[in-house]
């Protein structure tokens, strides 16, 4: 389960914050087709690691 690993609340937490920085201070949008690739890629690592962290402890 998620909450077992002290690390992944505060790669969300970044996650998110990051998101809100980049959304208000560069103009980042998500799904609107105009995505910069740096947000792009942002969004790929947090996927990314949600899904690792999720596979993880589910074996």
């Known amino acids: 389960m998620l909450g077992r690993d002290s690390r992944f609340p ?3 937490a970044l996650a998110c914050a990051l998101g809100i920085v980049g959304y208000v201070v560069f103009g980042w949008r998500f799904g609107d ?4 690739s740096i947000a792009f890629a ?3 690592v947090a ?3 949600a899904v690792a962290a ?6």
Do not use: M, S
Not at 33 to 36: F, V
Not at 54 to 59: E, K, P, Q, Y
């Open 10 to 12: 505060l790669v969300a």
């Open 54 to 59: 999720t596979a993880r402890d589910n074996l």
């Open 47 to 49: 996927v990314a690691f």
């Open 33 to 36: 087709g105009t995505t910069d």
């Open 42 to 44: 942002v969004a790929l």
